[in-house]
């Protein structure tokens, strides 16, 4: 079994900060999102993290990469290969965006709220507090600081909101939140004073050049400025130079400082040009040049007549088109200059913090921190390409569909959400609890059950989308487990209190039978995998065994020294493990209850010292112990996680440490830092140095009367800690729910060279060299030898159809499972389906016995090529039904016509 699994995706919340109600202020707001040069991927901040998403092939992904914090600001470079990132606490991190490799880390000393890469992408400002400084951008070749410093600009009041480079990357401008928008020249130019403009009675939220038009002689004339009271103006600039007279002199003083400027050593073209007469073309001059003695004038204020305050601006130059979000949920887009309205929205009821529009101007993208929302959508024809949004109050349980096709979560917020594995979308949120969920379960690939705290347990049927059953008993409970036989007729459900297990039918929904026995809270319920078996974990500190089809005498106790707070069963049912609030993970025989081993992994998942705690990580280890365990799905290692930042897998048969994986490092969560900085501790515990840095808008009042600002609430960081990890029926993924989402490791996307009897001969030119003489049979055994993924496939697609079933007889069970692996991974992303289908069939035709003997050793691989085929299936079937339903309109439209003729 591999063991290098890495993170996938981050599912859960498409943007924002998940569980944000409970964090602090600064941290709550979510960075801004970007479209690459392309518009067809968008990046988007998640707590430390960030997503990409694909528009184009609706798929999401998450970069390897991390940063410190949360992040609170992203900038992309115009070629896509740098990506800048900062931090609330101000840490940036340089990364190769298509490699996701961090180049270079930087601390800035004062507040950065937003940064922006020049169009020329040499230069990258920053928000400097009340200043904006502007670094010269790593290049190609290696550089010992790759952060250079090329000036500070000063002069706004206040702190800066809003960044924005010329065209030509010769003019950079800020704003600031005191209502003032000032201009600098990034180069120094002889005469030029920074223009200041101030017209506003809020804090101005945005600032953009306007495109320049042709003709104008490269020449800015307009900027327009967005306050937060709703107000545009328009500013024009005039030029010394627009009149006949002043344009004569003007270039007898350019042609006159060229001239000194060519006898001084400088450049000859400076002076004259190809033809030999003097330089005058003004559109080769930088646009700072021409700022010179310039005038700026507001010509125009339009308001947009809402009732509410602008909290985020975007435009596209290239379109004219500004985009405006606002407090209320609602968004508008204008075109400029006329401030027409073209669109107008209601996305929801929360603020939109960020705003995006792509390079063509038909997707505009939304960012609400609040609710963890992310929209995109298409203006022209009025839909939505994606709307996600994540859980309100975070994740707290979650299940893989038997063809690990679907992840089903429950969260706080009381409701289910169905996730697709391969795009990393949620496309399906079913809302009928009132309490938040305690456990999730799959009946069948299209029923999911559901308990909660409101005392129901519901069955949802997938392919309607609804809730078809509900499930109640006598008294009112709350349910903290849930399980279902293999065959998924009988439900069970554990409650905390009375102590109970209750027993119902899933298609009368009836109630079978009450267990009683255990004297504590039931923390988890797992049948048998063949057999009609069920084990229960109690906090009373014991396992019970129940037979729910014999039910005589009482049933199998095994007890442990601790509170029991995970079981789970091997997939061959022999063995069954169990989890204690001591770190203990105890490994007994289903046959006789009898202790096979014990792990003892109480060091392994201890670390992490949260603010308010009094002594350090080591003195505190018994507070971290594992909450979900399970098995692999060859059954040989353990997954387990629990009340820490890490998850770890054992071997069984050595009880050893196989790999230990730290699902988090953002420091915004507790629990993170094994040791705690001395300067942030005072008197009365820990300061929080992000209260006081004022960055976010304050959309709350004060209770009216009181002298003091302070309303009494207080806010904490999150803890980190793991809720519950599942393997994927195929073993080539698992998932962990923790309180920043659902994280997916998977092996999918990994290049790794693993050989197996490697001799001389066996050889990658040997490879080629039987395909040219027509031996499929030895080419493949050989490419499974070197075990390469490239070769396997070009062997598996140049094998000519007719010989696949003669080169299948020719594989051994020590070849099959690889090959089986190989085939679900190139059918996933092919378009020849009837080729590997051909695969599939012959495999299963010809080592069917064999597999069936062994099913443990070939049922992860078998389940991942059963994946891969579903995944085909289901496309087909969506596309099959809405071909059907196009050509049956069209038909029932040909008859009309021909019945009004």
């Given at each position: 079994?591999?063991?290098?699994?890495?993170?996938?995706?981050?599912?859960?919340?498409?943007?924002?900060?998940?569980?944000?109600?409970?964090?602090?202020?600064?941290?709550?707001?979510?960075?801004?999102?970007?479209?690459?040069?392309?518009?067809?991927?968008?990046?988007?901040?998640?707590?430390?993290?960030?997503?990409?998403?694909?528009?184009?092939?609706?798929?999401?992904?998450?970069?390897?990469?991390?940063?410190?914090?949360?992040?609170?600001?992203?900038?992309?470079?115009?070629?896509?290969?740098?990506?800048?990132?900062?931090?609330?606490?101000?840490?940036?991190?340089?990364?190769?965006?298509?490699?996701?490799?961090?180049?270079?880390?930087?601390?800035?000393?004062?507040?950065?709220?937003?940064?922006?890469?020049?169009?020329?992408?040499?230069?990258?400002?920053?928000?400097?507090?009340?200043?904006?400084?502007?670094?010269?951008?790593?290049?190609?070749?290696?550089?010992?600081?790759?952060?250079?410093?090329?000036?500070?600009?000063?002069?706004?009041?206040?702190?800066?909101?809003?960044?924005?480079?010329?065209?030509?990357?010769?003019?950079?401008?800020?704003?600031?939140?005191?209502?003032?928008?000032?201009?600098?020249?990034?180069?120094?130019?002889?005469?030029y004073e920074p223009a200041t403009l101030s017209g506003h009675k809020s804090g101005v939220v945005g600032?953009?050049?306007?495109?320049?038009?042709?003709?104008?002689?490269?020449?800015?004339?307009?900027?327009?400025?967005?306050?937060?009271?709703?107000?545009?103006?328009?500013?024009?600039?005039?030029?010394?130079?627009?009149?006949?007279?002043?344009?004569?002199?003007?270039?007898?003083?350019?042609?006159?400082?060229?001239?000194?400027?060519?006898?001084?050593?400088?450049?000859?073209?400076?002076?004259?040009?190809?033809?030999?007469?003097?330089?005058?073309?003004?559109?080769?001059?930088?646009?700072?040049?021409?700022?010179?003695?310039?005038?700026?004038?507001?010509?125009?204020?339009?308001?947009?007549?809402?009732?509410?305050?602008?909290?985020?601006?975007?435009?596209?130059?290239?379109?004219?088109?500004?985009?405006?979000?606002?407090?209320?949920?609602?968004?508008?887009?204008?075109?400029?200059?006329?401030?027409?309205?073209?669109?107008?929205?209601?996305?929801?009821?929360?603020?939109?913090?960020?705003?995006?529009?792509?390079?063509?101007?038909?997707?505009?993208?939304?960012?609400?921190?609040?609710?963890?929302?992310?929209?995109?959508?298409?203006?022209?024809?009025?839909?939505?390409?994606?709307?996600?949004?994540?859980?309100?109050?975070?994740?707290?349980?979650?299940?893989?569909?038997?063809?690990?096709?679907?992840?089903?979560?429950?969260?706080?917020?009381?409701?289910?959400?169905?996730?697709?594995?391969?795009?990393?979308?949620?496309?399906?949120?079913?809302?009928?609890?009132?309490?938040?969920?305690?456990?999730?379960?799959?009946?069948?690939?299209?029923?999911?059950?559901?308990?909660?705290?409101?005392?129901?347990?519901?069955?949802?049927?997938?392919?309607?989308?609804?809730?078809?059953?509900?499930?109640?008993?006598?008294?009112?409970?709350?349910?903290?487990?849930?399980?279902?036989?293999?065959?998924?007729?009988?439900?069970?459900?554990?409650?905390?209190?009375?102590?109970?297990?209750?027993?119902?039918?899933?298609?009368?929904?009836?109630?079978?039978?009450?267990?009683?026995?255990?004297?504590?809270?039931?923390?988890?319920?797992?049948?048998?995998?063949?057999?009609?078996?069920?084990?229960?974990?109690?906090?009373?500190?014991?396992?019970?065994?129940?037979?729910?089809?014999?039910?005589?005498?009482?049933?199998?106790?095994?007890?442990?020294?601790?509170?029991?707070?995970?079981?789970?069963?091997?997939?061959?049912?022999?063995?069954?493990?169990?989890?204690?609030?001591?770190?203990?993970?105890?490994?007994?025989?289903?046959?006789?209850?009898?202790?096979?081993?014990?792990?003892?992994?109480?060091?392994?998942?201890?670390?992490?010292?949260?603010?308010?705690?009094?002594?350090?990580?080591?003195?505190?280890?018994?507070?971290?112990?594992?909450?979900?365990?399970?098995?692999?799905?060859?059954?040989?290692?353990?997954?387990?996680?629990?009340?820490?930042?890490?998850?770890?897998?054992?071997?069984?048969?050595?009880?050893?440490?196989?790999?230990?994986?730290?699902?988090?490092?953002?420091?915004?969560?507790?629990?993170?830092?094994?040791?705690?900085?001395?300067?942030?501790?005072?008197?009365?515990?820990?300061?929080?140095?992000?209260?006081?840095?004022?960055?976010?808008?304050?959309?709350?009042?004060?209770?009216?009367?009181?002298?003091?600002?302070?309303?009494?609430?207080?806010?904490?960081?999150?803890?980190?800690?793991?809720?519950?990890?599942?393997?994927?029926?195929?073993?080539?993924?698992?998932?962990?729910?923790?309180?920043?989402?659902?994280?997916?490791?998977?092996?999918?996307?990994?290049?790794?060279?693993?050989?197996?009897?490697?001799?001389?001969?066996?050889?990658?030119?040997?490879?080629?060299?039987?395909?040219?003489?027509?031996?499929?049979?030895?080419?493949?055994?050989?490419?499974?030898?070197?075990?390469?993924?490239?070769?396997?496939?070009?062997?598996?697609?140049?094998?000519?159809?007719?010989?696949?079933?003669?080169?299948?007889?020719?594989?051994?069970?020590?070849?099959?499972?690889?090959?089986?692996?190989?085939?679900?991974?190139?059918?996933?992303?092919?378009?020849?389906?009837?080729?590997?289908?051909?695969?599939?069939?012959?495999?299963?035709?010809?080592?069917?016995n064999n597999m069936e003997k062994n099913r443990s050793s070939y049922m992860r691989a078998f389940r991942?090529?059963?994946?891969?085929?579903?995944?085909?299936?289901?496309?087909?079937?969506?596309?099959?039904?809405?071909?059907?339903?196009?050509?049956?309109?069209?038909?029932?439209?040909?008859?009309?016509?021909?019945?009004?003729?």
């Amino acid at each position: 079994m591999k063991f290098n699994y890495k993170l996938h995706r981050l599912c859960g919340s498409a943007y924002g900060v998940p569980n944000a109600t409970n964090t602090t202020s600064s941290s709550t707001s979510g960075g801004n999102i970007l479209y690459t040069s392309s518009g067809n991927v968008l990046l988007s901040p998640v707590s430390n993290r960030v997503q990409v998403i694909d528009l184009l092939t609706h798929t999401a992904t998450t970069l390897s990469c991390e940063a410190r914090s949360n992040i609170k600001t992203i900038a992309l470079s115009p070629d896509d290969r740098l990506l800048l990132i900062v931090d609330v606490d101000n840490h940036a991190m340089l990364v190769n965006f298509h490699r996701s490799v961090i180049l270079h880390r930087f601390s800035f000393k004062r507040n950065v709220r937003i940064c922006e890469f020049s169009p020329c992408g040499l230069y990258f400002a920053v928000s400097y507090g009340n200043h904006i400084q502007v670094w010269h951008a790593p290049g190609l070749r290696r550089e010992f600081a790759p952060f250079v410093l090329h000036r500070t600009y000063t002069g706004l009041g206040d702190g800066v909101v809003d960044i924005q480079w010329s065209s030509d990357s010769s003019v950079v401008m800020a704003c600031a939140k005191n209502g003032t928008t000032r201009i600098w020249s990034v180069q120094t130019v002889e005469g030029y004073e920074p223009a200041t403009l101030s017209g506003h009675k809020s804090g101005v939220v945005g600032a953009y050049f306007e495109k320049i038009s042709p003709g104008t002689g490269n020449r800015l004339r307009k900027v327009y400025t967005i306050s937060g009271d709703g107000t545009v103006v328009s500013w024009s600039c005039s030029y010394s130079d627009d009149s006949e007279e002043d344009g004569t002199k003007n270039n007898l003083i350019e042609s006159s400082n060229a001239a000194v400027s060519f006898f001084g050593g400088g450049s000859g073209n400076d002076l004259f040009t190809s033809n030999g007469t003097a330089a005058n073309d003004e559109s080769s001059s930088p646009q700072a040049d021409h700022l010179v003695k310039a005038k700026w004038k507001a010509t125009a204020r339009h308001y947009f007549h809402q009732d509410t305050d602008v909290t985020a601006t975007n435009f596209s130059m290239e379109n004219n088109l500004l985009i405006v979000g606002f407090a209320s949920g609602v968004f508008g887009l204008y075109e400029l200059p006329s401030m027409s309205n073209i669109h107008t929205l209601s996305l929801s009821n929360q603020v939109i913090k960020t705003v995006a529009i792509n390079s063509t101007g038909e997707w505009l993208a939304f960012g609400c921190p609040s609710t963890q929302q992310l929209l995109v959508w298409e203006w022209r024809s009025e839909t939505y390409i994606i709307k996600q949004r994540g859980h309100a109050f975070g994740m707290k349980c979650m299940a893989y569909s038997s063809d690990g096709v679907v992840v089903a979560t429950g969260g706080e917020d009381g409701s289910i959400k169905l996730w697709n594995t391969s795009s990393g979308f949620c496309y399906c949120t079913l809302k009928s609890h009132t309490a938040p969920i305690t456990a999730c379960v799959f009946s069948n690939s299209s029923v999911v059950l559901s308990a909660s705290y409101d005392g129901t347990v519901r069955a949802h049927d997938l392919h309607r989308y609804r809730n078809f059953r509900t499930y109640t008993t006598p008294t009112p409970c709350q349910f903290t487990s849930l399980a279902v036989d293999p065959s998924g007729e009988v439900i069970v459900a554990g409650t905390m209190d009375p102590f109970h297990i209750y027993t119902w039918s899933m298609q009368s929904g009836k109630l079978l039978d009450i267990l009683t026995g255990h004297v504590g809270p039931v923390s988890e319920l797992t049948f048998h995998p063949t057999r009609g078996t069920l084990a229960s974990a109690s906090w009373d500190g014991t396992v019970k065994i129940w037979d729910l089809y014999k039910r005589e005498g009482e049933p199998e106790s095994i007890r442990h020294a601790q509170d029991v707070v995970c079981v789970s069963f091997r997939p061959d049912g022999k063995e069954m493990c169990t989890g204690t609030i001591g770190g203990l993970l105890s490994v007994w025989n289903v046959e006789d209850c009898s202790l096979i081993c014990e792990i003892d992994g109480k060091k392994d998942i201890a670390g992490g010292r949260k603010m308010n705690d009094r002594m350090t990580s080591d003195s505190n280890a018994s507070s971290r112990y594992f909450t979900s365990v399970c098995y692999s799905a060859d059954g040989s290692c353990v997954l387990a996680g629990g009340n820490s930042k890490y998850i770890c897998i054992y071997e069984v048969s050595q009880q050893i440490l196989v790999k230990k994986f730290q699902v988090s490092f953002n420091r915004s969560l507790d629990g993170i830092l094994d040791q705690l900085n001395s300067k942030l501790l005072g008197d009365g515990g820990p300061i929080d140095v992000n209260d006081a840095s004022g960055d976010e808008a304050d959309f709350s009042s004060n209770i009216p009367g009181a002298k003091r600002g302070d309303d009494g609430t207080r806010k904490s960081k999150v803890e980190v800690l793991t809720s519950q990890v599942a393997f994927s029926s195929t073993g080539r993924e698992w998932a962990a729910v923790s309180n920043e989402g659902l994280h997916v490791y998977s092996l999918d996307d990994d290049m790794i060279f693993d050989p197996i009897a490697l001799t001389e001969e066996i050889t990658p030119g040997a490879v080629q060299s039987n395909l040219r003489d027509g031996k499929h049979s030895t080419a493949l055994l050989i490419s499974l030898h070197l075990n390469e993924f490239a070769l396997v496939q070009q062997v598996l697609e140049e094998t000519p159809y007719g010989s696949i079933p003669h080169v299948v007889k020719t594989i051994g069970p020590e070849h099959l499972e690889r090959l089986m692996q190989y085939i679900s991974k190139c059918m996933t992303g092919s378009p020849h389906l009837e080729f590997y289908m051909q695969w599939c069939l012959h495999l299963l035709r010809t080592h069917g016995n064999n597999m069936e003997k062994n099913r443990s050793s070939y049922m992860r691989a078998f389940r991942s090529m059963h994946r891969s085929v579903q995944i085909h299936h289901d496309e087909l079937k969506r596309i099959s039904n809405d071909n059907r339903y196009t050509l049956d309109f069209m038909q029932d439209q040909t008859q009309i016509t021909l019945y009004r003729n």
